[in-house]
């Protein structure tokens, strides 16, 4: 069984994102803030070219991602981080928002802080789809300023489509209905 994340496209799907939001180019992210706002993240990525590159397949499994799996999984709000500490946030399930939603108010807050300086995203396999941590690190030398790590589990390919699929069996099934 195969890790949404543990291949050659994962690896640079992360390396792209973490660039993306490193030094100088959070101010780029800074000016395109509204687009958070009116855009999932999917939109987000395919507007400014944070996609992989190497043909239609990764790209394909990164819109599934961002938009089926993270976009598709229930999970409560969860409170903004707190400058310079660490929050744990529990496991996804049922609430009224989804693990993308979410991962955006926390980017969207980072980006809104002139002190956090850089925005690192962790991807680790688990039994759930969720946003586990916030994290602010401090940056040496410079007062008050910050890089946010979040942590993002995800889980294992044959689960993510076994899920996929139930919701697609559920969504024709309401169809028929109608």
């Not at 410079?142 to 069996?169: D, F, N, Q």
């Amino acid at each position: 069984m195969g890790m949404l994340f543990n291949t050659p496209a994962t690896r640079e799907m992360t390396d792209k994102v973490n660039f993306e939001f490193s030094g100088g180019k959070l101010t780029s992210w800074r000016a395109r803030l509204g687009d958070f706002g009116s855009m999932n993240l999917h939109g987000v990525a395919h507007k400014w070219g944070v996609v992989p590159g190497g043909g239609n397949g990764p790209k394909a499994r990164w819109k599934y991602w961002l938009d089926n799996i993270l976009g598709g999984t229930a999970c409560s709000p969860l409170t903004p981080y707190p400058v310079m500490g660490i929050i744990q946030y529990p496991p996804s399930g049922s609430g009224t928002s989804n693990v993308g939603h979410e991962l955006k108010r926390l980017i969207i807050q980072a980006l809104g802080d002139m002190n956090c300086k850089e925005i690192i995203m962790v991807v680790q396999p688990d039994y759930s789809v969720r946003v586990s941590q916030a994290e602010t690190i401090p940056v040496a030398g410079m007062s008050g300023a910050y890089s946010l790590a979040l942590t993002v589990c995800t889980i294992e390919i044959p689960s993510s489509v076994a899920a996929a699929t139930k919701r697609a069996k559920k969504k024709a099934a309401k169809k028929r209905k109608a």
